[in-house]
């Protein structure tokens, strides 16, 4: 029997690594978390991976997902196009401790997003056909693959601990955050008075309905903080209002006392299925 219910508040898509998110109303589930997600990544010269830790400004970088394309629009920059089906040349990049296969999306992209971003990048795309798989310290031994997060499918949060958060925050003066701060892929609302705030701190596994039959994930390891909640994602704008916030509550034993907030997950079940915000589902409580 389970012991919480939850309804599925919001579905969010970050098709570029680090650059602003997409909420959907609905998103597929694929082996390597939501259809999209972290399918495209910012590399420098050297093909390592980039973010908002060291370019505050992705974070002005909006996709919208379209039928055919995807198209990216910033601050002074003209709306650029990319389409779904085409990449470029392939090439090497490196996400963290993964040298990965991807392709190149041409010249054309990289100039954009280095006029924008103020130094030589280029834009890539995770290579289906190359096996990234999470840590089989934390999957328990079972495969998870991954395109380029940071090492799971999926993060998952609920809505109450932001609402924790945030009540420390107003206690502080502080302005409120939202929840794209912190980059989540599902955001799980309480139906009862079960799901507590930071409540997935303790899941274990969670069923989600679908017409198709249920969509199940397994959580996996909390996820440690760095200094992205800190950039305002309307302005670019950096501070340490949010991690001074954590500091005072979230240090996390299981993780070294690294500030944790959200948990990443795996796919148990449910390839294929259509993910749709309003869905219930049910999880067990770790002990």
Not at 253 to 259: E, H, K, S, Y
């Amino acid at each position: 029997m389970s012991d919480v219910n939850f309804r599925v508040g919001a579905l969010y898509v970050h098709p570029i690594k680090s650059c602003a998110a997409v909420p959907v109303n609905e998103a597929l589930v694929i082996e390597t978390g939501l259809e999209f997600d972290r399918a495209w990544m910012v590399v420098d010269e050297r093909g390592d991976f980039l973010s908002q830790r060291e370019l505050p400004r992705m974070a002005l970088i909006r996709p919208t997902l379209r039928a055919a394309d995807m198209v990216l629009r910033a601050p002074g920059m003209l709306a650029l196009h990319i389409a779904y089906d085409t990449v470029e040349s392939p090439t090497r990049v490196t996400v963290w401790d993964d040298t990965v296969s991807a392709y190149d999306m041409g010249d054309l992209a990289a100039q954009w997003f280095s006029d924008f971003l103020g130094q030589r990048v280029r834009l890539v795309r995770f290579d289906p056909e190359h096996k990234r798989l999470s840590s089989v310290k934390w999957t328990g031994g079972l495969e998870a693959e991954n395109q380029f997060a940071d090492g799971f499918p999926l993060l998952v949060v609920t809505r109450s601990a932001l609402d924790e958060l945030n009540t420390r925050l107003a206690a502080q003066g502080q302005p409120a955050a939202t929840m794209e701060r912190f980059r989540p892929n599902l955001v799980l609302d309480a139906v009862d008075d079960t799901l507590l705030p930071h409540g997935e701190d303790h899941l274990d596994e969670l069923s989600i309905e679908t017409d198709d039959g249920p969509v199940r994930l397994k959580l996996v390891k909390p996820c440690v903080r760095c200094s992205i909640p800190d950039v305002d994602p309307v302005t670019a704008e950096t501070g340490h209002a949010v991690g001074d916030a954590l500091a005072g509550y979230r240090a996390d034993a299981r993780m070294d006392g690294g500030l944790t907030f959200g948990m990443n997950a795996i796919v148990l079940e449910g390839v294929e299925r259509l993910l749709r915000v309003g869905a219930t589902g049910t999880a067990g409580i770790r002990f």
